[in-house]
Every structure is written in C-alpha cells, then in structure tokens.
C-alpha cells in the first residue's frame, strides 16, 4: 500500500524558505522502544504544525546511512528524507591530544553529532532551524526567522541585550547555551557550550567548510579545551557543543552570532538560577546573591554560605518560575523524556506542564490518525501522562503505534 501525506498549513505572504531539520544518526536496539526515530519525530513534527506562522516551511529528516532501515516512516509526520553522511572522516583528522578517540566517545553519539553541521548546506532554504527529536515547540519561530533575514531583534528574548550586534551587521546564528553543565574550568560564559538541541542558522557552503576545517584539524584537549582556550569542561566538547562554542567564539567573532534567552528558546527547565558558590548561571561572573532582607522575594533563592561582601540587588532569573505561555521551545533533558515515565514529585510544576504538553499533543496527533485512545485504568499520574504511562519507569511506557491509514491528513489549527 502507498501511504501518501498530506499536511495542511495556514501562512500569509512570505518569499523567505525556512526548514524545521532533524537528525538521526542511527537506529535503536533490536530490545529498545524506537522513540527515537518513532515518538519524539513525530511529535516534535506536529507542534510545528499545529502553529500558524507567516512563513512556509519544510520539515526535513538529515538520515545517515547508518539509519535508513528505520525511518522510512518519517514521511508519513510530514519530513522529507534527506540521507546524508559527515562531511570528513575520523581516521583523516589530526589527531593531536588523541582527538579521534575522544570525538569517538564523548557525548550521545560519537563523531555522528557532526551530522547537525550538514544543515549548513541546505542554501536552498534562507534559515534552518535545527533541533533535537525531544523538544517541542510551543509558539511560533516567526520572531528567529524576522532577526534572521530582516535584522529584527524586536520579537525574539536576547540573553545579552548589551551585546546585540549593530544593525547593519546581519545575524547568521541563534543559539542557546548549556548553562546546565557549565563549565568545569571556566566561569566566562562566552566559553560554556552551545546546546545542541536547537538552533537557527543561515545556510552558508564556505562557512560549511570552514567548520569541516576546524574539526579536521583536531586541535582538541581533554585538559584545556579547543585550542587550549578553555572551551570545554563539560559533556558534549569535543563535538558540535564545544566546537561551535569555539568556532563562534574565536575564529568567527563577528560572525553574527546572537544568544538567545535559554529560560524561553530550548528550556530545559528545571536548574537553579545561582551557582553554589553564588554567582548568577547566566551571568557567571557575577555575584548571585541578593540583600538579606529580600531573600525570600523575587525570583530566586540564596545560598546561605554566601559571603554578605557579594551581595548583590539584582535578581537572577529562574528557569523554573517561567510559566508555559512564556516558552517558545522546551527541551527534554533535565526534566528527563516524557517517554521515560519519570517520577514527577521529584520536578516542580513547569516540568510537570511541558511533560503534559507533550503527551497532550501525542493524544491529538492520534486523535487526528483515527486511533483509539489508552484507557484510564492505567492509574499512574493520569493527569500528566494521561494514560501513557502504566507505571514510573521507560518500561511502563506505550509506545506510538504508525498510522494505519492510506491517507494522514494533519490538520492545523
């Protein structure tokens, strides 16, 4: 049977070509529940399709090789399959401080992580967003596309307001940063990762190679960083996290790079504001602590070992005390995967609200294929997981079922 797609979007007026892309560099084990490839592309499609934007769009799935026999189903939520393989190999690469090794084993995917820097070839579309299979986007991206080919700023939330570029200088990369993690040997946040599970970019083939060149030349060390400039202390540096943080930071200063506020693109959530020897995580050069007597106020707390000399009235943001109308993206990390069934009473409330965001558009993805609901008899955080879960582990998990149907139509609001 042919199973044909057909998704309807309402836009206005836009030349502009914008692409939502995702990677998959690889298929699941034989005993796994496929969300990977399953689940999180397929709900992460719909939340873009749900959103009425002024811009067309094309949803694109950047395959490797490695992963062809288990996404053919990926046109069925609307992706175009695009198979693609790193643009070097890792036995070619320098391997000065044994980068082959550590680009090989450190973060999700070894070497394969590259597979994001293919998005820098798509120049037929003007912006490329890209993102992780376990986000969900929540409002429009209208504002990024704007800053992007219009120099907008106005409708996005920049970190660094005082370092916004002139207006005659073109923006080419929106990103956020893993204040998570860190960074086990630097506080200048310029040097903290660049989270790789969402940014936009501006196609561009020399810069495409420009970035090849960096990585082919492995000037990489566990103890100090990229080029021994401190970019690195923390999961994920060898790879995409560290070397576009390196990249941006160094040899493309005035690349037209913009960071983005990371409590309202790519939230991971749940964190605290201060670091434990108090100092703001978004500003981490700067004392987090404020007055005594506005302890309890405002939207952070203070670590009572905080020495009264660092004391501070300016408030640091929390991530947490965001509500849902404020997110634009929210990324599964902290708050763990929906489809890991955690345990909610360990997360506050904006954990619980993004992981009942997820499961209720999983619901009305299905809804719309024609497929039966899950009972409610299941019983564990009904409210949240709404019956998609049997108990608080992956295991208890009900995993997606394809469309049986020869025609998915995915209507949007």
């Not at 694109?60 to 090789?65: D, G, L």
């Amino acid at each position: 049977t042919t199973t044909t797609t057909t998704t309807t979007t309402t836009t206005t007026t836009s030349t502009a070509k914008i692409a939502y892309v995702i990677s998959i560099t690889g298929c699941p084990a034989a005993n796994k529940t496929p969300t990977a490839v399953v689940d999180g592309p397929a709900v992460l499609a719909y939340s873009i399709q749900r959103l009425k934007s002024k811009y067309a769009y094309d949803l694109i799935a950047m395959v490797h090789p490695n992963a062809t026999h288990c996404t053919s189903h990926l046109p069925l939520f609307g992706y175009t399959i695009m198979e693609r393989d790193l643009g070097f190999d890792r036995m070619t690469l320098k391997n000065r401080h044994n980068y082959r090794k550590y680009i090989r084993y450190d973060g999700c995917c070894g070497e394969l992580e590259f597979l994001k820097l293919e998005a820098y070839t798509l120049v037929q579309y003007d912006v490329v967003l890209h993102l992780d299979t376990d986000l969900l986007i929540l409002q429009p991206m209208d504002g990024i596309v704007d800053a992007m080919i219009g120099n907008d700023t106005s409708g996005i939330d920049v970190l660094h307001k005082d370092r916004l570029l002139p207006p005659s200088q073109e923006i080419h990369f929106l990103f956020t940063r893993d204040y998570v993690q860190m960074s086990r040997w630097t506080n200048i946040t310029s040097k903290f990762a660049v989270q790789g599970g969402f940014f936009a970019l501006k196609p561009n083939i020399r810069l495409y190679r420009r970035l090849i060149h960096t990585i082919q030349r492995g000037d990489f060390n566990m103890r100090s960083g990229w080029n021994s400039k401190q970019y690195g202390g923390y999961y994920g540096a060898p790879q995409v996290q560290g070397m576009l943080s390196y990249f941006y930071g160094e040899h493309f200063k005035q690349g037209g790079a913009v960071e983005l506020n990371p409590c309202v693109y790519n939230s991971m959530v749940s964190f605290p504001p201060h670091t434990k020897d108090g100092r703001c995580r978004y500003y981490a050069n700067e004392p987090a602590a404020i007055a005594p007597a506005d302890k309890n106020a405002g939207t952070t707390t203070v670590d009572d070992t905080v020495d009264d000399s660092v004391v501070s009235h300016r408030k640091c943001q929390s991530c947490s005390n965001m509500t849902m109308s404020e997110l634009h993206s929210t990324h599964y990390t902290v708050c763990y995967k929906p489809w890991a069934c955690p345990r909610h009473k360990f997360f506050g409330q904006l954990c619980k609200d993004t992981h009942k965001a997820w499961f209720t558009m999983r619901r009305e993805l299905e809804l719309s294929w024609g497929q039966e609901l899950p009972t409610t008899d299941h019983g564990w955080n009904q409210n949240t997981t709404l019956g998609y879960c049997k108990n608080q582990r992956s295991t208890g998990y009900i995993p997606m079922k394809l469309p049986t149907t020869t025609d998915v139509r995915v209507s949007v609001r």
